[in-house]
């Protein structure tokens, strides 16, 4: 059973930074992609960066650009770099994987939570 376990969260200025972490069960090189959510309240879920294992590409939502940068600190953990951070980054941030295969499988983390707020 995969487990992915998200931690860094916490309450920061804007114009501040943090780190988020998600430790893998197992090597995060056996999953196809692996990526960052985050979910704000009264909001959908959206994707914020993935990395693709396959093709070692990377993807950012637009609003993040430039900002967050996705990468993988060693073979199981996954990490997630804020910079200038807004208050409408403030949300509950998800670790996702999707394993290799026709039906790819999604693994969930429960979620670490960011608050940008003077």
């Known amino acids: 059973q995969v487990q992915l376990v998200e931690s860094g969260g916490g309450l920061v200025q804007p114009g501040g930074s943090l780190r988020l972490s998600c430790a893998a069960s197992g090597s995060i090189f056996s999953f196809k992609s692996m990526g960052w959510y985050r979910q704000a309240p009264g909001k959908e879920r959206e994707l914020v960066a993935v990395?693709?294992?396959?093709?070692?590409?990377n993807y950012y939502a637009d609003s993040v650009k430039g900002r967050f940068t996705i990468s993988r600190d060693n073979t199981k953990t996954l990490s997630l770099q804020m910079n200038s951070l807004r208050p409408e980054d403030t949300a509950v941030y998800y670790c996702?994987?999707?394993?290799?295969?026709?039906?790819?499988?999604?693994?969930w983390g429960k979620g670490t939570l960011v608050t940008v707020s003077s």
């Open positions: 996702k994987a999707i394993t290799y295969g026709v039906s790819g499988i999604n693994y």
């Open positions: 990395i693709n294992n396959n093709d070692f590409t």
